[in-house]
Every structure is written in structure tokens, then in C-alpha cells.
């Protein structure tokens, strides 16, 4: 009996040994990269542009090329929201963008048949992102003139900015989404 428990135990232990080993093995480090961001104006109004410069720095001494998707996102930093810690609609917008191009990241349309009954299905195609080692590269991308979404609605962004997102206080932050999300510092924005 005891020989049985022994042979239990070492089976139970080393399944969980090589599930964690597994796991482990299909979390993919996280890239390298320091994202910042600045705006020239906090505040984001229809009449004036509102560029924001994202800076990408490869902290590694290795060359990178990274498949990826940008993106902006706006948290809302009403009391209520924050204090909720968890998001409802309304809470969190995203913009998804070409990070070369500074332009809005299309959604490709995979089922034109489907599209003609009102049901969009499609992929997004990833950017590669090329750096050297050390390399730092700066883009320069204007939200109010990408599209957006609620961050928990069920479809691509499409809109924009002003005609979704209630004029208020904002956090605003930038990520790469590859193997890993890295998120850019924060920024506080005024929507008017």
C-alpha cells in the first residue's frame, strides 16, 4: 500500500513538473521594448490636430523583428470608473493603427457573402517592426484622425473619436501586441 502511495505521488509530481515546464515553454518572452509616448496638446478637440509621438527602443543588443499590432487606448478617470476596478462599456476605447503608416489598421474582410447580410468576419494582418540593436524609432500618429471603438464592444473600430467617446478627463497609452503587450507610459487628455 505504501509502495502504492509512493509510486501515486512521484506520478502526480511529475505530471505537474512537465505541465509547468510546458507552460512555461508557451509563454513567450515578453520583447524587449521601452514604449513612451507624448502629446503636444492635452487636449483633443475637432479643430485641432493632436499628434502624438510614440517612441519604440530596443533595450536589447539583438536585432528584433517583431509581428505586431498598435494600438491607442483611452481609460476613463471618472471616480465611478476607478473605483469600480473592473471596465464597463464606456469605461475604455481602443484604436487600433498602422504604426509605419500613422494610419487606422484595416480589418481584412474574409467573407464578403457574409458582409452583405450586416456580419463581418475578418483578420488583421500583423506589422513587422524591424530594429537593430539598441535601435530607438519614432512614429508620430494623430488619434482624433484614427478609428475607435468601445474597447468591450463586439465590432472592429470604425468610428470617430468625438462621435464615441464622451468629452472628459482620460488616460491615454499606446501598446504593441506581439508575443507579449508592452504598454507605453500614460498620458492624461482632455476629450472636448
Known amino acids: ?30 520583447p524587449e521594448l521601452k514604449i513612451t509616448i507624448t502629446i503636444e496638446s492635452e487636449k483633443l478637440s475637432r479643430r485641432n490636430p493632436a499628434p502624438v509621438t510614440i517612441t519604440i527602443e530596443n533595450l536589447s543588443s539583438q536585432i528584433l523583428d ?11 478617470t471618472r471616480k465611478e470608473a476607478i ?11 481602443w484604436s487600433p493603427v498602422n504604426i509605419v503608416a500613422g494610419t487606422p489598421k484595416k480589418l ?6 457574409l458582409e452583405k447580410k450586416g456580419v463581418i468576419v475578418g483578420r488583421v494582418t500583423d506589422e ?14 494623430d488619434p482624433t484622425k484614427t478609428l475607435w471603438n468601445a474597447e468591450n464592444g463586439n465590432d472592429w473600430p470604425r468610428s470617430n473619436l ?6 472628459g478627463v482620460y488616460s491615454l497609452e499606446f501598446s504593441i501586441d506581439s508575443s507579449a503587450r508592452v504598454k507605453s507610459n500614460a498620458v492624461t487628455v482632455t476629450i472636448e
Open 1 to 30: 500500500m505504501r509502495i502504492t502511495n509512493l509510486i501515486a505521488v512521484a506520478s502526480i509530481l511529475t505530471i505537474l513538473f512537465f505541465q509547468s515546464t510546458s507552460f512555461a515553454q508557451q509563454q513567450a518572452a515578453p
Open 66 to 76: 517583431i509581428k505586431s499590432i498598435g494600438s491607442f487606448r483611452l481609460l476613463s
Open 83 to 93: 473605483a469600480r476596478k473592473h471596465f464597463v462599456f464606456g469605461d475604455s476605447f
Open 108 to 113: 481584412e474582410i474574409v467573407d464578403p457573402e
Open 128 to 141: 513587422t517592426l524591424h530594429f537593430e540593436s539598441k535601435e530607438v524609432k519614432t512614429f508620430l500618429i
Open 162 to 167: 468625438f462621435d464615441v467617446v464622451k468629452k
